[in-house]
T-cell receptor, first 115, second 113 residues
Framework: EADIYQTPRYLVIGTGKKITLECSQTMGHDKMYWYQQDPGMELHLIHYSYGVNSTEKGDLSSESTVSRIRTEHFPLTLESARPSHTSQYLC??????????????FGEGSWLTVV | GENVEQHPSTLSVQEGDSAVIKCTYSDSASNYFPWYKQELGKGPQLIIDIRSNVGEKKDQRIAVTLNKTAKHFSLHITETQPEDSAVYFCAASPLGSASKIIFGSGTRLSIRP
């Protein structure tokens, strides 16, 4: 069982509001990721980090931003939510130095609905 | 860069029958191939993985085969049960700290009672 936690699990918010999705992992993993996924659909990488103070854009363009001030914490922020941001956001992590290579462990996801 | 194609996108099998999901990849440097299962309302969970130095790996009712020459790998589920209903993702990655993992587009597996 992976020790990676996301809050909130479900969020309904009005257009124009600022939101932050929290993600924490207790495995000491260097690499962390945010994926965006519509129900049952493809996983789209939107942000990743290889360690503290490292953040990179993923393959899918996103208006969200991320920060990595602590190893265990990788929050995602939307400054002004829009209905097009409605989706599931999955946080994940992996161990840079593990023999398991790039085994990724996912959180349970945050379901965001913007009305 | 790496590209992973997954087929079929949906699969329905009778309970007790076998299910096979196939993936192909493009980057010959890829040598790590995990499979993830995503149940409704949850995040994907690793169910089995294989490295390029082996051709097959089994874990109870699930098995994965790898053909490096043809650049394809498959997930086999035998004696399917209702709890096998989920979305399955294959992925490919070169081993290495700076490597990104590339996911297939997913297969929705339904088990008919």
């Amino acid at each position: 069982e992976a020790d990676i936690y996301q809050t909130p699990r479900y969020l309904v918010i009005g257009t124009g509001k600022k939101i932050t999705l929290e993600c924490s992992q207790t495995m000491g993993h260097d690499k962390m990721y945010w994926y965006q996924q519509d129900p049952g659909m493809e996983l789209h990488l939107i942000h990743y980090s290889y360690g503290v103070n490292s953040t990179e854009k993923g393959d899918l363009s996103s208006e969200s931003t991320v920060s990595r001030i602590r190893t265990e914490h990788f929050p995602l922020t939307l400054e002004s939510a829009r209905p097009s941001h409605t989706s599931q956001y999955l946080c994940a992590s992996s161990d840079r130095n593990s023999y398991s290579g790039n085994t990724i462990y996912f959180g349970e996801g945050s379901w965001l609905t913007v009305v | 860069g790496e590209n992973v194609e997954q087929h079929p996108s949906t699969l329905s099998v009778q309970e007790g029958d076998s299910a096979v999901i196939k993936c192909t990849y493009s980057d010959s440097a890829s040598n790590y191939f995990p499979w993830y299962k995503q149940e409704l309302g949850k995040g994907p969970q690793l169910i089995i993985d294989i490295r390029s130095n082996v051709g097959e790996k089994k874990d109870q009712r699930i098995a994965v085969t790898l053909n490096k020459t043809a650049k394809h790998f498959s997930l086999h589920i035998t004696e399917t049960q209702p709890e096998d209903s989920a979305v399955y993702f294959c992925a490919a990655s070169p081993l290495g700290s700076a490597s990104k993992i590339i996911f297939g587009s997913g297969t929705r597996l339904s088990i008919r009672p």
